[in-house]
Structure formats: C-alpha cells, structure tokens
C-alpha cells in the first residue's frame, strides 16, 4: 500500500461513523473513529488478543465476539478483524441489546425448566394419535423418556374402559389437578396428578395436548393409610364403648365378643379368660363357631407380643391373638370368617391386636371384681360362705329351687361346745386350727350340692337339699358320733371340745320365710346346749297362721 493510500485510509477511518480502528503490524493504533475510543483502550484484552492470534494464523479475516467494560457496563461487540497493507483494520458492531436478549431469554428459559422441574415430576406432550411425543428428561413414574416416547397414552393409563374422556392425556378441555392411575414398567399403580392444555390446528382441529404430572402416589397411600387407621380407631372405640357400657362385669365380654365379630365382618367370636383353677375357659361367644377347635393355646404360646396368628378350619379361616395385662397372658380371643370372604387383611389383624390388648384390661378387671365378690362373700379363714352370702344369697336361691318339685330340705345350726377354753389355753393361733380341722370335718359329712358355711366365731351352718325329717335326724346322730375325735383338743379335761345341733325341716308349701327358717334352727341349737351339749334337737314344723 503506497503512503498516499495509507493516509487516505487513516481519514476514512477517523472519519468512520462506526467503531473503527487501523493498527500497524505490531498492534499499535494507527488511527481510529470516535466511536472506537472503548476499543482503543481495551485493545489488549485477551479475548481481543485472541482475535489477532486467530487471523495471523489463517492470514484471513475473523469474527468474534467481545465483551469490553465501560463506565456503563459491560458492552459486547461483534468484532471483525481483517489484515491489510502494514497492518490490520478492525470493526466493531454493537450487539449488546442483542446478546442480552439472548442471554435474558436463554434464562428465562432456564427458569421456566426449573420451575416445570420442581412443581411436577415431568413434563410431555401426545400427538394426533395419542402417542407421546415429549417426555421430560426425567422420565415418569419409572419410565425412561425413550420408553414412552411413540408409546400410545392408553397403554399406561389405569382403567376400567378405554373411552377417551376419561385419558386426561387426550383431554379436549384445559384440565388442571386432575387425578389418573397408572401403571409403572414393573406392573404396579401409580397416581399421577395431570394438568394439562389441548392443541388445536388452525382450522380447530385436535391435534394433541401437552402438561405436566407429578407422582402423588406416596401421599394417596398415606391418605389410604391414614383412612384405615381412623376408621379403625372409630371401630376399636366403638367396640371400647360397648364393654364400658356394660354395667355387670360379666357382660362385658359377652358385649365385646358381639361387637368386635361384627367390627371385624367375622361370622363367629370367642373370648377366653385365663383362670388359675381351670385354665383356660370360653368366657363368651358369638354367632358361628366351628365344631373342631384346634389347640388354640399351644398356638398362644408361640405368638409375640402385639402378634396374631391365623389357621384354617375346613371351610373356616380364624384369626387369634392372646390378652395380656402387664405382659402376662390372661385370655385370648379368636374370630371366624368363612374361607369364601376373603382372608384376613393387615388392618383386621391390627383392629385385632388392639382388640385383645382391651380385652387384656377387661379380663383383669372381672377377676378383679370376681376377686372382690368372693372375699366379700367367702370366711377369710375358712374359705366357707360367710354369714351375709349363706342368708342373703345361698339359702334364698336353693328354696327358690325346692318350689319346683316341692321337696323338704333341712338346715342345721352348729355351735362348738367349750371352743372358749381352746382359745384360752392354746392361744387364738391353735383356736384357728381347730376351726380349720372343723371346716374340713363338716365338708366331708355333707353331699355334692349341699351347702356349709361359717356364721362366725364358733357356729356353722348346713343346708341339706331335698332331705326329710328322718334323714335329716341320722345325719344329725352321725355327725355327733363322728365329732367325738374333737375330744382331743379340748382346751380343759372337764370341758371336752364337742358340737351342739339344732335342726329345723323346711317345706315349700308352707312358704315360711328365710328370717323364720334360721330362727327355728338357731332356738333348737340353744335348746341342744340347755340339755347337756353334744346333742341336737329338733325344731318344731312351721304351721302358718291365718294372719300370714
């Protein structure tokens, strides 16, 4: 390039109306535009210095975009270097509205595939035909995104029928929160919540739809879940409610069995108590019990705790669970249910278990109360009916009884002759033995069904079921000969330990009352002591006045 050239291209550069700069080989600024002042002093940025490094090396021109720090920020410029005569000629265009555009636009993309990405699980979009054309990079509900790309909508959704309106992928409307069932690669359900826009053409015409899901299966089984717990606990409170209600302890098992069968859809139900005497005994039951039982408390034995256990009779299917107060077996219950109703499901066994846990308190409670009764109507010491449970409850029940064949029964008083000088001598301690030895006597002397019981200190009582007057007599005469041996523990020589009876017969028909019964027994015991001891005497017959 001559001299002349040379100037004349340092003016038009000067005098360009765009960022222009001419350089000299060694990158120093020949000349430059107003409007390349930013570029001037920024010619040795490293990504300008790039630049030159590219068109030295292909001896041609290059473009490339910069961005150059000014006062009012970054400003980008599509820079064009080009090698002529001496030296290099530089353009600069500024695209700074352009690149932040793009850049504002590529984030706002980003922005909204973050969204999509974390309010639902993916995203898709099904064709004309119902094929999925789209799927989100993270797949759905176990699928891959290849797996379901082509893959006709219909074969993963979960229905009854193949009618279109009920697919929310070919849905025709806008569809918003719409809940679908689907099926996951390995066979299991899913529930997917489905929003969604249709597509049309522009002569309107559905040419597909696109939305989002996202997997809700986790919170519907909690739902599920949290559904089953409740209406169990409505059933274990109702079946609470009814042995509460039961005023009589020994109906609140009887209750219990009645709603917990019918609680559970159960065809039959047993409870059991655990009692020290006999074991285990069928407290209650209802409905349908099978005639075969197996051994249902070698099972119990092998059951944790909070465990059920189940087994099958012919055409039944049962269901167990032990009864524990404080950890300690106490009863059981057991259900049936016909084998054509189905098995027994997770929430039937733990309805169950909650079941025979109150039931553990309830059995606790009747022994408790059982306990109770029993003191209050047993001799501590003896054992026997107490003076209250022999009058009040014992006596009035058997003559009930004998109104129903009209048969005589006999009561008869007995009174310890001397028993004073035993305690005197030998101490109460020895006085107790001897009313122990003189239970056991009277026990041994009496029939099964016939009663004894201690009216207190030294008398006793015997009842004598269906017997007359002459029976009754001999069994007075043998029970004083088989009491002689009561001679050898005698507090004192001259007061032998001995008995005095006093007998009375009763008749139904004279319909005499308990209090005039005893009193009759009681007047010919003290007419027994004023004839010597050691004897019996016999009370006169009841004869009704006309009064009564």
């Known amino acids: 390039m001559s001299d002349t050239s040379a100037i004349i291209s340092a003016d038009w550069v000067s005098n360009a109306p765009f960022p222009a700069v ?22 040795n940025l490293p990504n300008i210095s790039d630049l030159f490094d590219k068109v030295n090396a292909k001896n041609a021109p290059h473009i490339q975009t910069a961005g150059v720090e000014t006062d009012k920020g970054v400003v980008f410029y599509d820079l064009t270097l080009s090698p002529c005569q001496n030296g290099f000629l530089l353009f600069a265009k500024d ?20 969204l999509v990405e974390i309010s639902s699980d993916f995203a898709w979009e099904v064709g004309a035909d119902g094929y999925f054309i789209f799927v989100s990079q993270r797949g759905a509900v176990g699928y891959e995104p290849d797996e379901l790309i082509r893959k006709h909508c219909d ?11 009920q697919n929310p992928f070919l849905s025709k409307t806008k569809l918003e929160r719409e809940e679908t069932w689907v099926l996951r690669p390995n066979g ?8 969604c826009v249709p597509l049309f053409d522009e002569k309107n015409n559905w040419v597909g739809a696109r939305g989002v ?11 599920a879940a949290l559904a089953r717990a409740y209406h169990r606990d409505q059933l274990l409170a109702y079946i609470v409610k009814t042995i509460r209600d039961e005023v009589e302890p020994s109906n609140m098992l009887s209750a219990a069995a009645n709603a917990t069968a019918r609680a559970l859809s159960a065809n039959g139900c047993q409870i059991f108590r655990s009692k020290p005497e006999s074991g285990m005994i069928v407290s209650a039951a209802f409905g349908e019990i099978p005639d075969e039982i197996p051994d249902l408390f070698g099972r119990l034995e092998q059951l944790g705790e909070n465990e059920v256990g189940v087994f099958e009779i012919k055409d039944w299917l049962a269901i167990y669970s032990a009864t524990r107060y404080r950890r300690t077996v106490n009863g059981a219950i057991c259900l049936w249910r016909e084998n054509v109703r189905g ?27 059982e306990r109770i009764v029993e003191l209050s109507r047993t001799d501590a010491l003896t054992g026997l009916l107490n003076r209250r449970a022999f009058f009040e409850d014992e006596l009035p029940r058997h003559i009930d009884r004998l109104h129903f064949n009209n048969s005589p029964a006999a009561l008869i008083y007995v009174d310890l002759d001397h028993f004073k000088q035993v305690n005197d001598v030998f101490g109460h301690q020895k006085g107790d033995d001897v009313l122990l030895l003189i239970r056991d006597f009277l026990l041994n002397q009496v029939r099964p069904g016939d009663v004894v019981a201690r009216l207190g200190g030294d008398e006793f009582a015997i009842w004598l079921n269906e017997i007359d007057t ?25 007061k032998p330990l001995g008995v005095s009876l006093g007998l009375a017969i009763y008749r139904p028909d004279t319909h005499e009352s308990v209090e005039m019964l005893i009193g009759r027994a009681d007047a010919a015991m003290y007419e027994a002591k004023r004839s010597g001891r050691g004897k019996f005497c016999v009370a006169e017959d009841y004869t009704p006045t006309d009064a009564e």
Request: proline share 2%.
């Open 22 to 43: 001419l350089l000299h080989e060694d990158r120093s600024v020949a000349a430059h535009s107003a409007a390349a002042e930013v570029l001037v002093k920024n010619i």
């Open 95 to 114: 695209v700074s509205l352009e690149h932040n555009l793009r850049a504002a636009l590529m984030d706002s993309r980003q922005r909204f595939k973050d």
């Open 155 to 165: 074969d993963i959704v979960l229905k009854r029928d193949k009618k279109h309106s």
């Open 188 to 195: 299991e359900p899913a529930c997917l919540m489905v929003s």
């Open 213 to 223: 899901c996202r997997d809700i299966t986790e919170e519907r089984e909690r739902d």
């Open 343 to 369: 098995s027994w499901n997770d929430d039937d066994k733990i309805l169950a278990i909650d079941v025979a846990n109150q039931l553990g308190i309830a059995n606790e409670q009747i022994s408790g109360h």
């Open 470 to 494: 002459d029976a009754a007599s001999r069994r007075c005469e043998r029970l004083l000969e088989a009491s002689r041996f009561l001679k050898d523990y005698s507090g004192l020589p001259n």
